[in-house]
């Protein structure tokens, strides 16, 4: 976000210093030409007031000439022919100007030669009647027409410079009326163009200052998150460091130091340096990591051992990534994690598994071993008591045989007791194969199984559709023969036991009994009978193993059937409920997960 | 056939079943003619001497010292010349696991040793009445174990 911040502003900014730049540019331009208008425009005028000076100069002289020489022509006094004499040099020398000054105007020479033409033809004058003063004719027809040819030239000097600054003057107002107009435009589009760039100096100013207001937010945001990483690092024993690679300079966060159990800056951050913490045994794969960092400048997840100075390992978890900032420099970052912690938990935790394993193995192996050989003696004491029975009993007194008898008894529960550990024993074992089952086929063969009992107490026993599951077969089967068996057994004595099987879909939210589920939907199958039920308060207490609610002189049982039951069901992650109401009935419910 | 007894063998290392499996016989008065071996080995040197006579049935126990049943019934099936001989397992269990691998290796039928004598006379009257030969053909791992 920063980056394209400020790699926006920097866009605009150069345009606008661009856009700047050629317009004062161009100002400049335009004013240079301006003011070397104006310095040509007074030239023209300085050089037109010059040429008519110039010209009023030589018809003063002139004049002056005529003047003094018409007094001397007079009075003979040659004093007066100072003027006259003068002249032709004065007007010669200003004459030079002239043509100086005419030099680009092509009429205004043109006059000049006329000019100068007359002004000989004056002079030519001057020495002709001239001639004729000397030789006392002044009252001849000849001095009086030369004198009027003189009046002649002159009014035609006179006319002809009146012209001339007459022609000088408009020329003198043309040129000043084209420079007006270019002089009126410019002012005004300088003026417009210099808005224009102050205009852009300010929104350049206004662009600069909100991104610097930006830059600062973000500096602070990126001051907050530096004070978080550090907080981070001291929680969960983290340091960081950053492998500038151009440079080959590396710079280690506080926290790295304190990993490796050292103060902050206790020495300069280096490869070789951090080196010299790593495990001796794991140098050599570090080494061969960080090769490989270089050469791809990436580090993925690695795992080593360091020794801190005062001889504590630590177990250290490392990562690394490269980044290219907005300086276009090429950084490894860096992170290393102290996880000697949880590597000590995982292994407590580990070792206490297999340790729970092993005992949960033996425990079920001394069951099996012990049940399957304490049957072989009493399969034996129970024969031997069979064989006294029909070979000696007329050795015996009636007490004696009483008391084979009850012998006989203890020894067949004690087979019935070891038969139901075995089963349990059994259902504890491992070898779980989840198989699709047609469980209305399942339960026909249950039923198969308890045809004799069914028949003897003709037992009336329902069921409803039962699904196709995938279950451990010879378990569910042990669960409904131990059900079934359960209700038969428990039967009033005086009814006809009337077993029923319901079955139904459930949402684990919808039902009480699947507070503790873990899946969504369960098939729930229900055993109600109408038997001797029991006192509801030992609802739970049923499926314990050896838990037994009825004397063992009137049903017989061992206790052990309904554990096997609450065993299976939790082998197939689901539950079994007992409700009961005594002299009514008892209802078993099963929920099976339907992703069994 | 030269002699008209039923010519019966049991292999098990248990005194007191040698005693009953014996006496059992003699109740039942079927016209057996009953020997008993201690353990395995003593069975097979029997089987492999010269001019042994070979039983009808052959009662084996399966968990007996230096030798066990399994390895014995290996032996038998693997020899032709008493690969025919119909074979009992005797034993005090019957795990899934036993039943499996004697069907298997090819007994004939599991017996699990009863607890009564009644019990006991009534089981081996049936396993040496069974016509082995139809018995055989139409076995199978459900009928495999006898029930009474």
Redesign the interface.
């Known amino acids: 976000m920063i980056r394209k911040v400020i790699s926006k502003a920097s866009v605009i900014l150069r345009a606008i210093f661009l856009i700047s730049a050629f317009l004062i540019i161009i100002i400049g331009g335009f004013t240079y030409k301006h003011i070397s208008n104006l310095t040509n425009s007074t030239k023209l005028v300085v050089g037109t007031y010059k040429v008519n000076m110039e010209l009023e100069q030589v018809l003063s002289y002139l004049k002056d000439a005529e003047n003094g020489y018409r007094n001397y022509i007079l009075t003979k006094d040659t004093t007066y022919l100072e003027p006259y004499l003068t002249a032709r040099e004065k007007v010669n020398a200003s004459f030079a100007q002239l043509r100086v000054s005419a030099d680009n105007n092509v009429a205004q020479k043109e006059n000049l030669k006329v000019l100068s033409k007359y002004i000989d033809a004056l002079f030519d004058n001057f020495t002709k009647s001239n001639a004729l003063v000397e030789t006392n004719q002044t009252l001849s027809e000849a001095f009086k027409s030369t004198f009027f040819e003189e009046k002649i030239i002159m009014d035609s000097i006179t006319k002809k410079i009146g012209d001339m600054i007459a022609l000088e003057n408009r020329q003198l107002e043309q040129r000043k009326a084209q420079n007006q107009s270019n002089l009126k435009f410019t002012p005004l589009f300088l003026y417009l163009m210099l808005l224009f760039t102050l205009f852009l100096i300010v929104v350049s100013y206004h662009k600069i200052s909100n991104d610097l207001k930006k830059i600062k937010g973000i500096n602070n945001e990126l001051l907050i998150f530096k004070e978080a990483t550090v907080q981070l690092e001291t929680i969960g024993k983290h340091g960081n460091w950053i492998w500038h690679i151009d440079t080959n300079i590396y710079t280690f966060s506080d926290n790295l130091y304190r990993v490796l159990g050292e103060k902050p800056g206790a020495f300069p951050a280096s490869h070789e340096n951090f080196l010299e913490f790593v495990h001796p045994e794991d140098r050599k794969k570090v080494v061969k990591d960080n090769q490989s960092m270089i050469k791809n400048q990436d580090l993925p997840f690695i795992y080593y051992r360091i020794i801190q100075k005062n001889g504590t390992v630590k177990h250290i978890k490392a990562y690394g990534k490269l980044l290219v900032g907005n300086d276009d420099e090429k950084r490894i970052i860096g992170n290393i994690t102290d996880i000697s912690d949880e590597i000590e938990n995982f292994s407590a935790l580990e070792e206490r598994n297999l340790e729970l394993e092993r005992n949960n193995k033996e425990l079920s192996e001394f069951n099996y071993v012990a049940s399957?050989d304490l049957?072989?003696p009493?399969?034996?004491i129970?024969?031997?008591i069979?064989?006294l029975q029909?070979k000696e009993s007329k050795n015996f007194s009636p007490t004696g045989l009483q008391y084979l008898e009850r012998i006989n008894v203890a020894a067949t529960r004690m087979?019935l007791l070891i038969d139901d550990l075995l089963q349990f024993s059994?259902t504890n074992k491992p070898d779980k194969e989840f198989v699709p089952t047609n469980l209305n086929t399942l339960f026909e063969q249950v039923k198969q199984d308890l045809a004799e009992t069914i028949l003897a107490t003709k037992a009336s026993i329902t069921h409803e559709n039962l699904p196709t599951l995938a279950v451990i077969p010879f378990q569910i089967h042990q669960l409904f023969l131990n059900l079934l068996s359960n209700s038969l057994k428990y039967s009033k004595k005086l009814e006809v036991p009337k077993i029923h099987l319901a079955y139904s879909k459930v949402a684990a939210t919808t039902d009480a009994n699947l507070a503790k589920a873990t899946q969504k939907w369960y098939h729930k199958i229900t055993f109600t009978d109408n038997g001797i039920g029991f006192d509801p308060q030992y609802a739970s207490l049923i499926f314990e193993l050896f838990s037994r609610l009825h004397n063992k002189q009137e049903y017989s049982g061992t206790g052990v059937g309904l554990s096997i039951c609450k065993k299976i069901t939790d082998n197939h992650q689901g539950f079994i409920v007992a409700q009961g109401k005594p002299n009514v009935g008892s209802v078993f419910t099963v929920y099976l997960p339907e992703a069994g | 056939m030269p002699n008209d007894y039923i010519h019966i063998i049991l292999a098990d290392d248990d005194e007191d079943d040698r005693l009953f499996f014996v006496d059992a016989f003699e109740e039942l008065n079927m016209n057996t003619k009953v020997n008993t071996y201690n353990d395995g080995i003593e069975l097979m040197a029997y089987l492999n001497s010269e001019g042994a006579l070979l039983p009808q049935v052959l009662f084996l126990d399966l968990n007996m010292p230096k030798k066990n049943g399994i390895e014995c019934l290996n032996e038998i099936k693997a020899n032709h010349k008493l690969s025919d001989i119909a074979i009992a397992i005797y034993s005090t269990s019957a795990s899934e696991e036993d039943i499996e691998e004697t069907f298997v290796l090819g007994a004939n039928i599991y017996i699990k040793k009863p607890s009564s004598f009644d019990d006991l006379k009534k089981v081996l009257s049936e396993v040496v009445s069974i016509n082995w030969q139809y018995h055989t053909n139409g076995l199978n791992k459900d009928n495999f174990l006898l029930r009474m």
């Open positions: 399957h049957q072989e009493l399969r034996k129970q024969t031997f069979s064989r029909d087979r059994r």
